[in-house]
């Protein structure tokens, strides 16, 4: 599978973003997908993931209740959904597929999209 995400940009704290990742090529229900991101000088890490089941999501912590993960496997997206936007946010977005176990190092996806820039001004 290839990953391709967009749907980034400039918005003003407060505001909202849905970035958006297409993956093509194999069965895309078959994987796990998340979405990293990587702020400048710092460790990448997990914002969220959604299992094959669209049931089961997981959110890091200071994303709770802000971000929604969601999927459509028929148009073999993945989106997160970023609302109430803080400048911490400002970071480069990753979408990443795991056909393996549902997880969220980064280690476990083996399949990487290419990163949308998400800047959050104060």
């Known amino acids: 599978v290839q990953l391709q995400a967009s749907g980034g940009g400039l918005v003003q704290a407060g505001g909202s973003l849905r970035v958006s990742c297409v993956a093509s090529?194999?069965?895309?229900?078959?994987?796990?997908m998340g979405w990293f991101r990587q702020a400048p000088g710092k460790e990448r890490e997990v914002v969220a993931v959604?299992?094959?089941?669209?049931?089961?999501?997981y959110y890091e912590g200071s994303v709770k209740g802000r971000f929604t993960i969601s999927r459509d496997n028929a148009k073999n997206t993945v989106y997160l959904q970023m609302n109430n936007l803080k400048p911490k946010d400002t970071a480069v977005y990753y979408c990443?597929?795991?056909?393996?176990?549902?997880?969220?190092?980064?280690?476990?996806?083996?399949?990487w999209g290419q990163g949308t820039q998400v800047t959050v001004s104060s």
């Open positions: 990443a597929a795991d056909r393996s176990v549902f997880g969220t190092a980064g280690y476990l996806y083996d399949v």
């Open positions: 959604i299992g094959r089941s669209t049931g089961v999501t």
């Open positions: 090529g194999r069965i895309f229900s078959l994987y796990n």
